[in-house]
């Protein structure tokens, strides 16, 4: 079965350049558990062209999904992430991927889960510096993983406001979105994230105030909404993050004061 769906994508990528023995856990990229089934396909810059194929779905035990710095295109196929429940790491950054993700952040949370089973395990999914549109799925951890560390949507074509979700992530350090045309406030459960690090939302078309709230960042360390449409005072409160190393507010409507 797995054997079929790796030959199934290599027939819609090029340059993957896999011999035809019938031992795919030998095949460069891939690695196998004991049961000889797939759980690391792990090939970034290898000048991979193409698209994605539906027959991904097939690798069910996969736990580590490495596709970065290629030349992939076209639309992710509906269901992609559907069967992969195992899931710990995905990484789809720097290619030229396009349309939206394939995940419904509109219908209710119990039919969400039916369609889509959750990623319990996911770490890690990054899917920057592509052409993906739509809206970022921002119900992922409450719907679908809940002990996901770092989120990257940032270089797309993402717009619409940010949902209420990111709250339920309460492992998440990292959340880049940055340079999309994402629009309207922050929303208030973002606060709720207090593990984060990291937030890197420049370059989008984000408004309203910045809230008092952002003191629950105990441990962020850098802060970048650059060249929005806040506006209103700078929060008191990011005068009291104690681990904050990059602060970087300029090009929006904000008071010019810093607490």
């Not at 199934?8 to 690695?31: A, F, K, T, Y």
């Not at 889960?113 to 990623?119: E, L, R, V, Y």
């Not at 979700?165 to 406030?185: M, T």
Request: glycine share 8%; aromatic share 8%; hydrophobic share 40%.
């Amino acid at each position: 079965m797995d054997r079929a769906s790796l030959a199934s994508l290599s027939l819609n990528i090029s340059n993957l350049n896999w011999p035809s023995s019938d031992d795919c856990c030998s095949w460069e990229g891939v690695e196998c558990d004991g049961n000889d089934q797939v759980i690391r396909l792990w090939l970034p810059t290898r000048g991979l062209r193409g698209s994605i194929s539906p027959s991904f779905s097939g690798l069910t035990k996969l736990t580590q999904l490495n596709l970065s710095h290629n030349c992939l295109s076209g639309p992710l196929p509906d269901g992609f992430f559907s069967s992969f429940t195992t899931l710990q790491i995905i990484d789809l950054s720097f290619n030229y991927l396009s349309g939206p993700l394939p995940i419904s952040d509109t219908l209710p949370i119990t039919l969400q889960i039916w369609i889509c089973p959750p990623a319990i395990n996911l770490r890690s999914f990054n899917v920057s510096n592509n052409n993906l549109t739509g809206r970022i799925p921002s119900s992922i951890c409450s719907r679908d993983s809940p002990a996901v560390v770092i989120l990257d949507f940032s270089f797309n074509d993402f717009h619409g406001p940010i949902g209420q979700g990111f709250g339920a992530c309460e492992k998440l350090e990292v959340l880049r979105a940055g340079f999309n045309s994402l629009s309207g406030p922050l929303p208030d459960d973002i606060y709720s994230a207090g593990a984060l690090q990291e937030i890197f939302l420049p370059a989008n078309k984000l408004n309203g105030p910045i809230g008092e709230s952002i003191i629950n960042f105990a441990n962020l360390r850098i802060l970048a909404l650059f060249g929005n449409e806040f506006i209103g005072l700078v929060p008191n409160g990011i005068g009291k993050l104690s681990n904050l190393e990059q602060l970087l507010l300029h090009i929006n409507n904000l008071n010019d004061t810093l607490p």
